[in-house]
Each structure stands twice: as C-alpha cells, then as structure tokens.
C-alpha cells in the first residue's frame, strides 16, 4: 500500500469497524408496519395479578392489562387476537422497548418525569396508589411504623423510590417480582410488601385469612402505556383506543371484570389525562418522611 493512503485506509477500516460494532437503532414501529407484521408485540407482567398474570396450566396470560393490550390491537388490527405478549419485569420493560423488542409496554407502569426522558406515554388509563401488605396480627398501620422493620418491593420501581423516601429508616428488601416478596412476607423473613394498592390486593386474594392491606394510599401513581420516544402515530393510535373503551362502556366492563368494582366516581377526572399533566402531579407529591427518633438523654 502507498505510504500516503496508509492513513486515509485506516481511518476507513475503524469506521467500518465501529459501525459494524455499534448497536443497531431499532427502526421506528407505526401503525402501518403493525399492520405490514400482522401482530402487535406488547410486553406485560406475568407476575402481577389482577394486572397481568400467566396460567401455567394453560401458558396463557390474562388480566386488566391484558384487556387494554388486546382492545389496541383491535384498533390497529382489527382482530383483538393478532397480539404476542412478552414477559416483562419493571426492571427490563424500557430497554426492552428501546431495542424495538416489542412495540408497546402495557405494564402496572408510572408515568413519572424520570421515564418520560427515555420513552414516551400515553394518555393515563389507571390511576392506582402506594400501599402496605401486612400480616394480619401486625403491629405496622402506616409507613411511618416501618422505621426498624424490613419491607419489601421490586428492583427498577417507584415504589422502591418512593419508600426509601419517605421511611428513610426502613430496611428495603429487593427482588425481581411481588410473588417473591409475597413469599418472603409469609416465611416472615420481611415484616411489609410495598407496591400499588391494587397489586396488593391481587396477592392478599391468595390467601385473605392471614393478611391485609394498611396503610391507605400515600401515592399517586398514574399508569400509562410505553411506547418508544417520537412515535407520534402509534401514540394516537393507542389514546384513539382509550377513548374509545371510555366511551363504549368497554373499560367500565374491565375494571368490574379484574378489579371486582366499578371505576371510582371520580375516573373521568383522570382517565385519559396527559402524560406531562399525569408526570407532574407524580412528582409535585411529597408524602411527609417518618419522623427521626427522639434524642435520648
């Protein structure tokens, strides 16, 4: 090779080199590559009943999520049934998203400031709140009785942010997913479960005789669907969906259906709320921090 080229050639390779490295940008998923694919991938948890749960008998997934993923593919697709759910977890459901791994996630999620950087939401389509699962005999009636105690929740949450907050002298526990906790509050290794009040009473259902939710609702936690950041198409195409089943009776049916009551009479007020209106009320509440202990003498 001609001295002269020697730079110019290896200038070459390397870019070649660091493109070949370089993660590939997911292309951008819209209604009509939806419909060019002929199912709409959503990811969803298979962990959080009523939310979103997987029958093992049956190797099918149900739940109120659920219903919210297949009334968009009835929208996009026509057929509620042209839809692939993918396991998810708080940790993994925004990079999963990124990556182009599914088209939307549909997960008991937080429209929250902090995500709002990294992908877009839609409009709110469940407003839920932070609570405390308990055993039944137990001395703990808010978070402010945690101070000494263990409680546990799950890795990349809010309510792990949350409760960090606001009982700064709590021992927090995480793992990967509420049937864990669940199973570390009833060995007796946690002395609380904290996450959304309606993920509690899913768990608490399991076994009613022995545990009970306390606390009241010290958050307010809108949920909204994730969809990647700049897809303008998809995100109308998703809040279409919500008004659509706002006004059709269909979401009333789901909420009676999952959560065992009619939506509270105040759902309007925040049913299909924008993300930036629904991001700032997160973040403008401040449940007070349990008081520190008093001095000794």
Request: hydrophobic share 40%; charged share 20%.
């Amino acid at each position: 090779m001609h001295r002269s080229l020697r730079p110019w050639f290896l200038v070459a390779l390397a870019a070649m080199l660091l493109g070949t490295l370089a993660p590939a940008r997911a292309a951008e998923t819209t209604p009509d590559t939806i419909k060019a694919r002929g199912v709409l991938r959503v990811g969803v948890k298979f962990d959080a009943p009523p939310f979103g749960q997987l029958d093992p008998r049956t190797n099918k997934v149900d739940g109120f999520d659920i219903d919210i993923a297949r009334a968009v593919a009835k929208t996009i697709l026509g057929d509620e049934n042209k839809i692939e759910f993918v396991g998810v977890t708080s940790a993994n459901r925004i990079p999963q998203l990124q990556n182009g791994n599914i088209d939307l996630i549909i997960a008991t999620m937080t429209i929250t400031q902090a995500r709002m950087q990294q992908i877009d939401f839609s409009n709110v389509y469940y407003r839920a709140g932070q609570s405390l699962l308990v055993r039944k005999d137990s001395p703990v009636k808010s978070y402010r009785d945690l101070a000494g105690r263990s409680v546990c929740t799950i890795t990349g949450s809010t309510p792990e942010q949350t409760i960090r907050r606001v009982a700064p002298r709590a021992t927090v526990i995480v793992l990967e997913s509420y049937p864990e906790c669940f199973t570390a509050l009833r060995g007796g290794r946690v002395d609380a479960e904290t996450t959304d009040n309606v993920l509690l009473f899913g768990l608490q259902q399991q076994d009613p005789a022995n545990f009970k939710l306390t606390g009241g609702l010290f958050t307010f936690e809108p949920y909204g669907i994730g969809i990647a950041k700049g897809n303008r198409a998809l995100a109308a195409a998703v809040n279409t969906t919500l008004t659509h089943i706002a006004g059709d009776g269909s979401y009333a049916k789901m909420h009676a259906k999952w959560l065992k009551e009619s939506p509270p009479g105040d759902w309007r007020s925040w049913f299909a709320e924008s993300p930036e209106k629904a991001a700032e009320q997160f973040a403008t509440q401040f449940p007070s921090p349990s008081p520190a202990p008093a001095a000794t003498r």
